[in-house]
């Protein structure tokens, strides 16, 4: 029987998330890294979720099969990362028959506050990304990537000093802008995947227009394009500006203009009335858009096509 899932529990302090994980008091207060080869959980920790007030950076990989991946597998056996931002729902569940090792890295906010990472880490995309939109490696990425964990537990272990936290951030800054190069290269190297994804998001875009939907729903959002596509949104935001340059509000932006532009060179529609029917709450704004897309205005580009 499944067990019954209660409100998450929130898990404030590096420190009690090693108590709850049975480990011994972190190296750190606000950074940790820990192996997952030595964590032997409660019970009643699996199949429940949680709040971390912190980062959480996870290398793993299945060392009896291939680590999946929604209904397929991981593009290489080596293993695979995630990434988690403070506040994001985690949920610990149980492995089956499947057996994982690696390193998880857990980052309280506090530690980077005072460097300007603190403020850029917003910019690596992948920390809002779902668990199955993983980082996946190659041998050579891997061999990076351990390297990089080896540092940072190698610091931790040697005495602290002035330098301490400096050169651990440092060794971090190194980490995330790896693993930002790796992602890009895997919305290239997954090409059949993607194409798949592209190909979908452009029969989603189509039939909303073509379905009107507009009329009742509105300008369709990125959250709504990917939740239909089942991926987060700023996975596909990222994986669309890696691929066509393009991110997918200017991807939907470039849609309904084609939409707009076939409303007035085929129909008798106003401007007021495309609007409305695009999803548009007030005909100025879509006015405005199609003018900064096109050089004209729909008034404009009717009369030089008739």
Same mark, same amino acid.
Do not use: W
């Given at each position: 029987m499944e067990k019954k899932r209660n409100s998450p529990a929130k898990i404030t302090s590096i420190s009690l998330l090693h108590q709850m994980m049975q480990l011994p008091k972190p190296l750190h207060p606000l950074i940790s890294l820990v192996s997952n080869t030595t964590l032997d959980l409660d019970p009643e920790l699996? +199949?429940?979720?949680?709040?971390?007030d912190f980062y959480k950076v996870s290398y793993k990989y299945a060392t009896d099969g291939?680590?999946?991946?929604? %209904?397929?597998?991981?593009?290489?056996?080596?293993?695979?990362?995630?990434? /988690?931002? @403070?506040? %994001?729902?985690? /949920?610990?569940e149980e492995s089956g028959t499947s057996?994982?090792?690696?390193? /998880?890295?857990?980052?309280h906010p506090d530690f980077i506050r005072n460097y300007p990472l603190g403020k850029n880490i917003k910019k690596y995309g992948f920390f809002s990304y779902d668990t199955n939109e993983a980082l996946h490696l190659s041998e050579k990425e891997k061999n990076l990537i351990t390297g990089?964990?080896? +540092?940072? =537990? +190698?610091?931790?272990?040697? /005495?602290?000093?002035e330098m301490s936290q400096d050169v651990i951030v440092s060794y971090l800054e190194v980490l995330l802008n790896y693993s930002n190069r790796f992602y890009k290269r895997q919305?290239?190297?997954?090409?059949? *995947? &993607?194409?798949?994804?592209?190909?979908?998001?452009?029969? *989603?875009?189509?039939?909303? #227009? +073509?379905?009107?939907?507009g009329l009742h729903n509105g300008l369709p959002s *990125?959250?709504?394009?990917?939740?239909?596509?089942? *991926?987060? @949104?700023?996975?596909?935001?990222?994986?669309?500006?890696?691929?066509?340059? $393009? &991110?997918? $509000? =200017?991807?939907?932006?470039?849609?309904?203009i084609e939409k707009a532009k076939d409303y007035l060179i085929a129909s008798n529609l106003s401007v007021s009335e495309i609007a409305y029917q695009l999803g548009f709450e007030h005909s100025q704004s879509f006015s405005k858009l199609f003018k900064s897309k096109t050089n004209f205005t729909p008034v404009? #580009?009717?009369?030089?096509? &008739?």
């Open positions: 699996l +199949n429940a979720s949680y709040l971390f291939k680590m999946g991946y929604g %209904q397929g597998y991981y593009d290489f056996n080596e293993g695979g990362m995630m990434f /988690t931002a @403070p506040n %994001q729902l985690i /949920t610990i057996k994982y090792c690696g390193f /998880t890295l857990f980052i990089i964990f080896d +540092n940072i =537990q +190698n610091e931790l272990e040697t /005495t602290i000093d919305f290239i190297t997954r090409k059949t *995947v &993607n194409s798949d994804l592209l190909s979908r998001l452009e029969e *989603v875009l189509n039939t909303y #227009f +073509n379905d009107e939907k *990125v959250e709504y394009l990917a939740g239909q596509l089942r *991926v987060s @949104p700023r996975y596909l935001s990222d994986m669309l500006r890696t691929l066509t340059g $393009q &991110n997918a $509000q =200017q991807l939907i932006h470039e849609k309904l404009e #580009f009717k009369n030089s096509m &008739n």
